[in-house]
């Protein structure tokens, strides 16, 4: 990783989108990295636009309000068209094919597409879509370890649910198999 990566997750409220950033902020944590989590989302939440901005450091961050991202995860097209244009140049963005209708017009990023809403499908656990997502993006940037995201992901998830990191796992692993380059 280099030394700082900052990365937007945009969405639909009830996509996982703050669980995402929340379980990569816990990772870094994990490794003994400076992070910053920032979340907004509407009053709706579910079915209402949610984002939120995550910074991986190996430095001290200055500032968690950003301009633009190295990373984008974008899974609606109100969030393309919001935040595609706030990717810098050479940075990354990523996709599920379900919510994206119109064309990336970007050549001077990498585009990534992740079929996780018809993987979970698939899987027979809609839930799951987010970790598809998750597992796509570690496949691109491994910006931290499979085992430290398995941590975070215990300590963002109450204890009842613990019996569903297996699962989760599987998610993740499945989604770094499917993810492709556009």
């Known amino acids: 990783m280099k030394h700082e990566i900052e990365i937007i997750i945009a969405g639909f409220g009830g996509q996982g989108v703050l669980s995402m ?47 633009a991202y190295d990373v984008a995860i974008i899974l609606n097209q109100p969030s393309l ?11 990354i963005l990523l996709y599920d094919g379900y919510g994206i209708h119109g064309d990336i017009g970007r050549k001077d990023i990498r585009v990534y597409r992740v079929n996780a809403m018809d993987a979970a499908t698939e899987m027979k656990n809609e839930k799951a879509f987010n970790m598809l997502i998750l597992g796509g993006l570690l496949k691109i940037v491994p910006m931290v370890s499979l085992q430290s995201v398995l941590m975070g992901l215990k300590k963002s998830l109450p204890e009842r649910h ?20 556009m």
């Open 21 to 67: 950033g929340k379980i990569l902020a816990y990772s870094g944590l994990t490794e003994g990295k400076e992070v910053s989590w920032m979340p907004s989302y509407g009053p709706e939440q579910r079915g209402g636009t949610a984002n939120v901005t995550v910074i991986l450091s190996n430095n001290p961050i200055s500032s968690p309000i950003l301009n």
């Open 81 to 91: 068209e919001k935040f595609e244009s706030k990717v810098k140049p050479g940075g």
């Open 162 to 181: 613990h019996k569903l990191i297996p699962m989760n796992e599987i998610a993740i692993r499945k989604g770094m198999e499917i993810v492709c380059a």
